[in-house]
């Protein structure tokens, strides 16, 4: 089995439980908030009336936030049951929006639309064996002066969690649960690869994208991790050897005209 087909189980599988979580509160989606982070809204702005693409979109919750601050969105991911989640959510929260079930890759290949951002956040990029692949998707799939934008968990964080800071082909594959306070402690095979940030900004540099800001942040906005502390509302944080770590990072950039 190939590592899509791997991961596509998983995601079904975590997918089932993340709908009924307190993590992603769907009801509360639903009755009207936005799920998107302080990091996201504060970084990206001016999305009213724009196409946004939304790679590795998950069950929907963060573009159908995005739709609700007047983005026209695209949602985009492998796992089949997420995107029928995502089209349910759509229409019970009477938003329009787009979900398609692919592969990024695959997306990559045979988009022919561009649009005005192309977005991705938190947890996506590890899914990904090519980064320089992800890179030209990302710049592909967006207009001339287009804008990207990315938030992410900070890659020091595996490697203080025992995985390699530094890409390696090989993926690693792990049995693990998923990270919602309702795991029954069933697990899926996972696989993964990481990517410096280096990587993933000489990646991004090469497919034609201008970079504008790269910031890296000591909180997390999710209690995601083991012995996390939040000192204020929606800010958790993670000491290694007495001090604080980097949990985040951010990309904005645009495409050359
Ligand atoms: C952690 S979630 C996305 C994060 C999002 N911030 C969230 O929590 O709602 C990762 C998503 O990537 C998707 N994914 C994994 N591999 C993929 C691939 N090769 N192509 C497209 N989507 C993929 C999974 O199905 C999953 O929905």
Known sequence: ??????????????????????????EGFLAGNNTLTEIETS????????????????????????????????????????????????????????????????????NTTQYDIVFTSFGAICWLPDINRWAKTVASALKPGGRFYMAEFHPVYDLVAGYDYFHQDQADVDEEGTYTENCSGETST???????????????????IMIEQLNEFPFSPYNCFENMEQRETGRFYLQHQGKDMPLVYSIKGTKFA
């Open 190 to 208: 996972l696989m993964t690869w990481g990517h410096p940030l280096s990587d993933v900004i000489n990646a991004l540099i090469q497919a034609g």
């Open 43 to 110: 970084e990206l702005k001016d999305i009213a009336g724009k196409s946004l693409l939304h790679l590795q979109c998950h069950f929907g919750l963060d573009t159908l936030s995005w739709a609700r601050l007047g983005a026209k969105v695209t949602g985009v991911d492998l796992s089949p049951l997420a995107i029928e989640q995502a089209n349910q959510l759509r229409d019970k929260a009477q938003l329009n929006a787009e979900f398609v079930c692919t592969d990024v890759y695959d997306f990559g290949e045979n």
């Open 1 to 26: 089995m190939n590592y899509k087909t791997i991961n596509q189980a998983a995601w079904d599988k975590r997918t089932r439980v993340h709908v009924t979580s307190r993590f992603y509160d769907v």
